[in-house]
């Protein structure tokens, strides 16, 4: 970025500091593939990096005529994917019901699954469950230390991770049977961006190896700067730095292959976001598209339209990239 920095606006990032910082490249949506649905933002787990301030005390759920329309939808977009996320989406009464039902569709199902849900009291049948009906499972596993997986995610984390991956190994899972799909999510601890993602699940692969497990893929994802982790780099007056990193490492070839071009966010309430971090900003998409009955409308087609950004949008293009799929270069 040259010296000149114009048309600067201000940082929104949920926090009270604002950072002036170069606006973000127009980005419009391609074609609509992937449906992603926050369940509710209730979890078993409260992690100091998560950016939908999910916890055991959060009640926000999907009510239940909105669960009924997502099959629908599915079907009247032709979508591909059903991308489920949370808090812990597993807690949903009726998560299992429309994993059952997207699947009866033939469309691809994805749990954002945090590993440690499946030791759960309640959830003991879950891995199986993910299993019989082959549930992609993107589980987070920030570290293969356990040093590091407890100072960011709760001390005892580490540990039922391990569980829940042996649970889901013993399946069939992570052994490249592309029905039983288990893929890893790396996030950095702090305000730096991932090492490149190739080398990382080398070291992953080696280390969980000798632990006896295994996975398909690692994703790395960089840290948004947004709700519970913008207010920790606040306090540590780390904010404006960090953003400064992101901006700095803006890499324009990955423009095209954000995730906001491919899917539709949709949150408890059934309200649409052109990504899961635009909807914990409340930045609710523009045009006709702002509710989940609106993709019921076949008179309306979603196809080019613009997507909202703002400046934590250079967490997904700085260096290799970041996305609900991982790095977005090599």
């Known amino acids: 970025?040259?010296?000149?920095?114009?048309?600067?606006?201000?940082?929104?990032?949920?926090?009270?500091?604002?950072?002036?910082?170069?606006?973000?490249?127009?980005?419009?949506?391609?074609?609509?593939?992937?449906?992603?649905?926050?369940?509710?933002?209730?979890?078993?787990?409260?992690?100091?990096?998560?950016?939908?301030?999910?916890?055991?005390?959060?009640?926000?759920?999907?009510?239940?005529?909105?669960?009924?329309?997502?099959?629908?939808?599915?079907?009247?977009?032709?979508?591909?994917?059903?991308?489920?996320?949370?808090?812990?989406?597993?807690?949903?009464?009726?998560?299992?019901?429309?994993?059952?039902?997207?699947?009866?569709?033939?469309?691809?199902?994805?749990?954002?699954?945090?590993?440690?849900?499946?030791?759960?009291?309640?959830?003991?049948?879950?891995?199986?469950?993910?299993?019989?009906?082959?549930?992609?499972?993107?589980?987070?596993?920030?570290?293969?230390?356990?040093?590091?997986?407890?100072?960011?995610?709760?001390n005892g984390v580490f540990e039922r991770s391990l569980s829940g991956l042996q649970q889901l190994n013993a399946l069939g899972y992570g052994t490249g049977d592309s029905n039983h799909r288990l893929d890893l999510v790396y996030n950095p601890l702090g305000p730096t961006l991932p090492p490149p993602q190739a080398a990382l699940e080398a070291d992953y692969k080696r280390e969980l190896h000798e632990l006896g497990l295994s996975f398909d893929n690692l994703l790395t994802l960089a840290n948004m700067p947004i709700q519970r982790f913008a207010k920790q780099l606040e306090r540590s007056g780390e904010l404006e730095s960090y953003q400064r990193r992101l901006e700095n490492a803006h890499n324009p070839d990955n423009l095209q292959a954000v995730m906001c071009r491919t899917l539709f966010s949709v949150d408890w309430t059934g309200q649409l976001f052109d990504c899961d971090f635009n909807q914990q900003l409340g930045m609710a998409c523009h045009g006709a598209f702002q509710h989940l009955r609106d993709l019921l409308n076949p008179d309306q087609n979603p196809d080019g339209g613009a997507v909202r950004t703002d400046h934590h949008c250079f967490g997904c293009t700085a260096g290799a990239g970041s996305s609900c799929g991982g790095a977005l270069q090599a």
């Open 1 to 154: 970025m040259g010296q000149d920095r114009p048309n600067r606006s201000t940082l929104r990032s949920n926090c009270p500091v604002t950072v002036d910082l170069a606006p973000f490249p127009p980005v419009h949506r391609g074609a609509v593939t992937t449906l992603q649905v926050n369940l509710g933002y209730r979890c078993n787990q409260s992690c100091a990096h998560c950016h939908v301030n999910a916890g055991p005390t959060r009640t926000e759920m999907m009510a239940e005529e909105l669960i009924d329309l997502i099959p629908e939808v599915l079907q009247r977009r032709a979508m591909q994917c059903l991308d489920l996320t949370g808090g812990a989406p597993e807690l949903h009464p009726s998560f299992r019901r429309l994993v059952e039902q997207a699947r009866s569709l033939g469309i691809k199902v994805i749990d954002r699954c945090n590993l440690t849900i499946l030791s759960e009291p309640g959830q003991e049948d879950l891995a199986k469950f993910l299993a019989d009906q082959s549930v992609s499972v993107v589980a987070s596993m920030p570290c293969y230390s356990k040093d590091n997986v407890d100072r960011q995610r709760g």
